[in-house]
């Protein structure tokens, strides 16, 4: 009934878009905040952004505003995160998160989490 799942994650060549989708169950989106998260290989997991329960969003990396936007469909609870201008060090695995109300950049405020979804740039 909980639970978070990502999609829309492949390979994708440097410069161009791709939209992952975060379905979420067992949480009102007009009560929680979604954040999306991303691991790249080797380093430790960051907050890219999110999308709080008033639908307001929040930068939580300087090095994606220009390139990368979030939004949701309440009427099928999913919140999506679009990345224009691939470059090869977005490659990661991508995760999303809940946590209730407004954003944060603290992953320990965030309650649930999904499996991720690898997402690949190079040539």
């Known amino acids: 009934q909980v639970h978070l799942v990502e999609s829309g994650g492949g390979w994708v060549q440097p410069g161009r878009s791709l939209r992952l989708s975060c379905a979420v169950s067992?949480?009102?989106?007009?009560?929680?905040?979604v954040g999306w998260f991303r691991q790249a290989p080797g380093k430790e997991r960051e907050g890219i952004l999110c999308?709080?329960?008033?639908?307001?969003?929040?930068y939580l990396a300087n090095s994606v505003k220009d390139r990368f936007s979030i939004s949701r469909d309440l009427t099928t609870n999913t919140v999506y995160l679009r990345m224009n201008s691939l470059k090869p060090e977005d490659t990661a695995i991508y995760y999303c998160?809940?946590?209730?109300?407004?954003?944060?950049?603290?992953?320990?405020?965030?309650?649930?989490w999904g499996q991720g979804t690898q997402v690949t740039v190079s040539s």
């Open positions: 998160a809940t946590r209730v109300s407004y954003c944060s950049n603290r992953e320990t405020q965030y309650i649930s």
């Open positions: 067992g949480y009102d989106l007009n009560r929680y905040a």
């Open positions: 999308i709080s329960d008033k639908s307001g969003s929040a």
